[in-house]
């Protein structure tokens, strides 16, 4: 069983930066298969960035996955925030049948 937790969500101005940490409870192959993912209100979940698919259009140039696999964490830095960037944010593991979802954290993007 794998635990995914999140956390450095909150609210910050237009323009501004966030960092969200996924640490990784449990056994987990490698941090290459996990990914952040979105969902904003009224919306489809949506992938945003993973090591193995990229980057969604939307966040290209703003947004950076990274992460340790020796702290089975990994991280999205989140740059030039927009109010569309407004939703709540998942950690993802998935490999073959392992499927594990974080709670969630909440990000808000307002002046």
């Known amino acids: 069983q794998v635990q995914l937790v999140e956390s450095g969500g909150g609210l910050v101005q237009p323009g501004g930066s966030l960092r969200l940490s996924c640490a990784a409870v449990?056994?987990?192959?490698?941090?290459?298969?996990m990914g952040w993912y979105r969902q904003a209100p009224g919306k489809e979940r949506e992938l945003v960035a993973s090591?193995?698919?990229s980057y969604a259009e939307s966040v290209k140039g703003r947004f950076t996955i990274s992460g340790d696999n020796a702290k089975k964490t990994v991280y999205l830095q989140m740059n030039s925030l927009k109010p569309e960037d407004t939703a709540v944010y998942y950690c993802?593991?998935?490999?073959?049948?392992?499927?594990?979802w974080g709670q969630g954290t909440q990000v808000t993007v307002s002046s």
């Open positions: 993802r593991y998935q490999r073959r049948f392992d499927d594990y």
């Open positions: 449990g056994n987990i192959f490698n941090i290459y298969y």
């Open positions: 090591f193995s698919s």
